[in-house]
């Protein structure tokens, strides 16, 4: 292990989430807005799926907080990776926990913490990634006199009083929310405790106000508080974020790169599809800085690149790897088996949760950190999975998904997130009665599959409706007989479980022999209490002196009352072991407890296996 100090840090890496339209990007753009088109000191550098704020650039956007900015900037920089929303944090996995060191949490202080703040905060939890919350759009605050990139404080104090008291009140609004949600929230320089208490920096995007408060406090929390992380150590970390087909350079991968140093060269191994690839580095790429656009090159060569950078890597045979996984490089003294094994186990993993033999929908994701997520979220609602592919949509991808067409149609249904569906693919799904179902948002996808699994269960349920037979016991009310045969119409107590039309009622009598006998009167045709018509009585509600009218088949010999059945019997649903499938598949919402009971009791009365 190379050597440590807090002297050497490395820049903290800080993700951006929160929902749509609460001004994520429009925050970043605001605070890249540095000087780059002079060029000067602040030169920002847009990187590969990041943004890299020096030092400087810090100094210079933070001067106007006087007296109250840090002393001094340790770090080197911040790296801000800026692919929008929760793919991207997902994705990012370092070892199993997340590669950034700090996020912030964008939070519409007009609308208050929405569904997918309330995701991010859950993916911030799960992750234990410490937050900051940019309180984003004070500029609608009605009459909102704004001061271009003003510090907070400052321009909170310039603003009428009316302002003031509407910007408290739904300050205490946001805090009551995250109380909710069981986190203490407090305004950041009010904030009593910075590991308990949740920092609120109110901000605009559109005007810049608040973006000094927020850049000085993610480095002061970094420096102050995660020195221990930040210790620049020479052991390399890296995390694929994208797999891309660029002209000239084929298929290159875009990474993060968190800790240690790459080089043209290297020898590096990632996840694949079909197994780990090991590869030589061809090029090291980042993007021309914004004042050297007149260059031809896109992109700008290095020998050699140190943490934390995000950069493109160009080299031969990278088509199948996997965003979201790990990148090693294989030293003098590495056994370069075990690397393979360790790049491929976060996917080995995953493949080991899915039940390959089973019944289950197929789902498909662009990275390895989406797919992870949206398998999570499936097996916290119960849903099974049969099998999982990572990128876009083939006809081969089909045709695997394809043999639940037989199996279990209600399953066959491929869940596509955040991927391209190929045409060809699209089509032979059609033809071979998959669904497709393609969301950037889990819970849409979840909801659409959520509905087609309902409308399914309803057809299905209609279709057996005619199979299902629900458990039931009745007694005849004594001398309530008022026709004897086809059709036989009685008075009866429902004594246990529910009857329904169409229900085939029995009677268990000794034969002359004396041995048990069932005898089949026929099936229930219509069911009335004080001459109004039911479909369903159930025990207890309504249950008791009910008419019904039970016919039977015309090729079967009329049962008659007083001959086959009369008011001593028991009389009982003819259940088989067909019927209480039916139920246990289609109609378990119809079932209570005791009906499952009664189920069990009349499996014995009636021999049933």
């Known amino acids: 292990m190379a050597a440590r100090s807090k002297d050497d840090l490395r820049s903290p890496i800080c993700c951006i989430l929160g929902h749509v339209d609460t001004g994520k990007t429009k925050l970043l753009d605001k605070i890249r807005q540095t000087n780059v088109q002079e060029g000067e000191a602040g030169g920002i550098t847009q990187q590969i799926g990041a943004t890299y704020f020096p030092a400087d650039a810090i100094r210079e956007k933070t001067a106007i907080l006087g007296k109250d900015r840090v002393e001094e900037v340790k770090v080197p920089g911040l790296l801000v990776i800026d692919t929008p929303g929760h793919e991207s944090f997902t ?22 913490l929405e569904q997918q703040t309330l995701e991010s905060i859950r993916l911030l939890r799960d992750r234990k990634t410490p937050f900051i919350v940019a309180l984003n759009k004070i500029d609608r605050l009605f009459q909102w006199n704004s001061i271009p990139n003003n510090s907070f404080q400052a321009s909170l104090a310039k603003q009428k009083k009316s302002v003031r008291q509407e910007f408290e009140t739904r300050l205490e609004k946001t805090m009551l929310l995250f109380a909710e949600q069981g986190l203490n929230a407090a ?9 308990k208490y949740v920092s609120l920096v109110p901000t605009s995007a559109v005007t810049g106000e608040g973006v000094p408060d927020l850049l000085n406090l993610l480095v002061n929390l970094t420096q102050t508080r995660m020195s221990n992380q930040l210790m620049y150590v020479t052991e390399l970390e890296c995390t694929v974020l994208e797999v891309k087909v660029i002209e000239g350079l084929g298929t290159t991968i875009d990474v ?14 990632v996840c694949g599809l079909n197994g780990p690839i090991v590869t030589q580095v061809r090029a090291l790429l980042t993007p021309q800085p914004m004042r050297e656009l007149r260059i031809k090159s896109q992109y700008v060569h290095h020998k050699s690149v140190k943490a934390a950078l995000g950069v493109k890597i160009s080299a031969p045979d990278l088509d199948k790897a996997i965003a979201g996984s790990r990148l090693l490089v ?12 360790e790049v491929m186990s976060d996917l080995t993993d995953l493949m080991s949760t899915i039940d390959r033999q089973g019944h289950g929908v197929w789902v498909q994701a662009s990275t390895l950190g989406s797919l992870e997520a949206l398998l999570e979220f499936l097996r916290v609602s119960k849903i099974p999975v049969s099998g999982i592919n990572i990128g876009p949509v083939h006809r081969k991808d089909v045709i695997k998904a394809s043999v639940m067409v037989e199996k279990a149609k209600e399953y066959a249904v491929m869940l596509c997130f955040d991927v391209k569906v190929e045409k060809e693919a699209e089509e032979l799904a059609e033809e071979l009665g998959m669904k497709v179902f393609k969301a950037d948002i889990i819970y849409h996808l979840f909801d659409r599959f959520v509905e087609y699994s309902n409308s399914m269960m309803e057809a299905k349920r ?20 008022f026709m004897k045969k086809n059709p036989v119409v009685m008075g009866v107590d ?6 329904r039309i169409g229900t085939p009622i029995c009677v268990v009598r000794p034969n002359a022999e004396g041995v048990r006998e069932i005898i089949t009167i026929g099936k229930v045709t219509s069911i009335e209490k004080d001459h109004k018509t039911l479909d369903v009585v159930k025990k207890g509600s309504g249950g008791a002196g009910v008419a019904i009218k039970i016919e039977q088949p015309v090729h079967e010999n009329p049962k008659t009352y007083g001959r086959h059945f009369d008011d001593k019997d028991e009389y009982y649903s003819r259940i088989t072991r067909n019927s209480i499938d039916i139920l246990k598949e289609s109609f378990r919402k119809d079932m209570a407890k005791e009906d499952w009971a009664l189920v069990v009791k009349l499996k014995k009365i009636l021999n049933v296996d």
Not at 257 to 268: A, T
Not at 494 to 499: D, S
């Open 91 to 112: 994705n990012l996995r370092s070892r199993g926990s997340s590669l950034c060191n700090i996020a912030i949490l964008v939070v519409d202080i007009m609308h208050g």
């Open 187 to 195: 305004l950041y320089y009010k904030n009593p405790n910075f590991a």
């Open 256 to 269: 993060v790169l968190v800790n240690g140093w790459l080089h043209e060269g290297d020898k590096i191994v």
């Open 330 to 341: 294989v030293g003098p003294d590495d056994d370069e088996e075990d690397l393979k094994e």
């Open 462 to 481: 209609k279709e057996q409706a005619g199979s299902a037979v629900f458990p039931c016991i009745l007694k005849m009310v004594p001398g309530a007989i």
């Open 494 to 499: 429902i004594v246990e479980g529910q009857l």
